[in-house]
């Protein structure tokens, strides 16, 4: 049995980038053969497609658990890793993306676009690429960085013209089988629609969609029946229209009753923000009253009765039988006008370009505050220090030194010491916290002692507290390096 799911949560993983490799040429008669590790290969994304041929979450509801490739590592002769695969998701037309704390991210609405969820992590560099005059054979290469996992709510909206609203057997679906070759489920007792049911409709030379949303009862905005759960298909309507069941025999039931306690249904119900905010509340969209079952004779009575009344508010009012399908034809042109009327109001927009803003000469793309759990400490933020830690293989002293090196030619140390770190304090880049040591040749490229050693990590446990010290206030500007 087919189940209607459209509300899910998705647990998304990208891939993890590929290790770079640290290699060393190594053939006979090429004693200097040079560095030749390929780069590791880039993490899979993970990408939502609006697919027009897909119309429910179902899939995410028994698979809700989605991961990307890794991407591969990187090998000796200058081979880089393989590329990991992305993983592409169908999703329906109207499906939105939210983050776990219900903030929009995405409003998929259009065959074809697309949205990446989560990206794949970087591969890292192989010691080829990181040799320079200075570092001729790098004895060390750089890790592959973690995709991203996040956690994400879908909820699909209808992308419909028209919307059907009313009380529960008031006719909806009966109106969309005969409006439409859609078949929906049609009984004879009340929610026996379940789920959105659909419809396209051909009037002359115009095409519209109809939503047949499951019926409402009053307190549908808080959670009574189904109406909490699909009122939310409405939001993209450009047209609302109540279908009123006239020959109704349930006691303290009238047309102009059953239109008002909706009419308070949809005011209370506020949408979310979307793409398609512009069209504001329920409350403010068109209506259209389809007094309905006029086939039988105290129900077209009664239809005659309240017309009046929904002219009064300047609503169109239609008297029409799904069952010997009288009215359909005037209504059908009725809404197709109101939904021209609506496309010419409201064009498409064109697909928005990214901007590309230079970062500015005096923006370092880090900063260091003090660390509140730490005295004394500091916490260095930036996406540039954050990605360098992760990559950073730290059993290798020359890839430490390297890190230093970076974290100096940015300014990380200046801050440093203008904040008034003193040597020892714990610094947190990340995830890694460690103790800050100035070294006044940081972010010079030095050439080490040996593949995989640097020479100012070798001489850190023979420097006294008072040289540390020292090195500290020449960095300030306090005394100069020749002073005692």
């Known amino acids: 049995m087919s189940k209607f799911i459209d509300r899910v949560?998705?647990?998304?993983?990208?891939?993890?980038?590929?290790?770079?490799?640290?290699?060393?040429?190594?053939?006979?008669?090429?004693?200097l053969g040079g560095p030749n590790g390929g780069n590791g290969g880039n993490g899979g994304?993970?990408?939502?497609?609006?697919?027009?041929?897909?119309?429910?979450?179902?899939?995410?509801?028994?698979?809700?658990?989605?991961?990307?490739?890794?991407?591969?590592?990187?090998?000796?002769?200058?081979?880089?890793?393989?590329?990991?695969?992305?993983?592409?998701?169908?999703?329906?037309?109207?499906?939105?993306?939210?983050?776990?704390d219900g903030k929009v991210l995405m409003d998929l609405v259009g065959a074809g676009n697309q949205f990446i969820a989560a990206r794949g992590g970087r591969g890292g560099l192989g010691n080829a690429?990181?040799?320079?005059?200075?570092?001729?054979?790098?004895?060390?290469?750089?890790?592959?960085?973690?995709?991203?996992?996040?956690?994400?709510?879908?909820?699909?909206?209808?992308?419909?013209d028209v919307g059907l609203v009313g009380f529960p057997s008031a006719g909806k679906s009966s109106l969309v089988s005969v409006l439409s070759a859609a078949k929906p489920k049609i009984a004879d007792?009340?929610?026996?629609?379940?789920?959105?049911?659909?419809?396209?409709?051909?009037?002359?030379?115009?095409?519209?969609?109809?939503?047949?949303?499951?019926?409402?009862?009053?307190?549908?905005?808080?959670?009574?029946?189904?109406?909490?759960?699909?009122?939310?298909h409405l939001e993209r309507c450009a047209v609302l229209a109540h279908v009123v069941d006239c020959a109704t025999l349930e006691p303290g039931r009238d047309p102009v009753s059953d239109v008002d306690a909706l009419e308070a249904e949809l005011a209370a119900y506020k949408p979310a923000l979307s793409a398609d905010a512009d069209l504001g509340d329920l409350a403010d969209r068109p209506r259209v009253v389809i007094l309905n079952k006029i086939d039988v004779p105290d129900a077209a009575e009664l239809a005659e009765m309240v017309t009046a009344e929904f002219t009064a508010r300047g609503w169109p009012v239609f008297e029409i039988s799904a069952v010997s399908r009288e009215g359909l034809r005037p209504l059908t042109f009725a809404l197709a006008d109101l939904v021209l009327k609506y496309r010419e109001a409201h064009p498409k927009a064109a697909p928005a370009r990214p901007v590309i803003r230079p970062i500015a000469v005096n923006q370092t793309g880090f900063s260091v505050v003090a660390d509140p759990q730490e005295p004394g400490g500091f916490i260095v933020r930036g996406s540039q220090p954050e990605r360098w830690v992760v990559q950073t293989q730290f059993d290798n002293d020359e890839a430490v030194g390297y890190l230093a090196d970076r974290l100096a030619r940015l300014g990380v140390e200046d801050e440093l010491v203008k904040q008034g770190a003193e040597p020892g304090a714990p610094v947190t880049i990340g995830n890694v916290t460690f103790e800050w040591?100035?070294?006044?040749?940081?972010?010079?490229?030095?050439?080490?002692?040996?593949?995989?050693?640097?020479?100012?990590?070798?001489?850190?446990?023979?420097?006294s507290a008072a040289e540390r010290k020292h090195a500290s206030r020449v960095r300030r500007g306090l005394v100069k390096d020749d002073e005692e």
């Open 45 to 100: 994304d993970v990408i939502l497609e609006v697919d027009p041929n897909v119309h429910t979450l179902l899939d995410f509801h028994f698979h809700p658990h989605a991961k990307a490739g890794n991407g591969k590592p990187g090998e000796g002769s200058n081979r880089d890793g393989k590329q990991g695969v992305d993983l592409l998701l169908k999703v329906p037309d109207g499906t939105m993306v939210l983050d776990s």
């Open 129 to 160: 690429a990181l040799a320079s005059k200075a570092r001729k054979a790098p004895g060390f290469a750089l890790l592959g960085e973690d995709g991203d996992e996040v956690d994400l709510v879908l909820e699909l909206k209808s992308v419909a």
């Open 9 to 31: 949560v998705l647990h998304v993983r990208a891939g993890k980038g590929g290790h770079g490799c640290a290699s060393v040429l190594r053939e006979k008669f090429m004693p």
């Open 437 to 463: 040591e100035p070294q006044i040749s940081a972010g010079i490229d030095m050439v080490p002692t040996g593949r995989g050693t640097d020479i100012r990590l070798e001489q850190d446990d023979r420097i």
């Open 189 to 232: 007792y009340p929610f026996t629609t379940l789920v959105p049911n659909l419809g396209v409709v051909l009037s002359g030379d115009t095409t519209f969609t109809v939503a047949d949303v499951p019926g409402l009862i009053p307190g549908a905005s808080e959670g009574r029946g189904l109406g909490l759960d699909f009122l939310r």
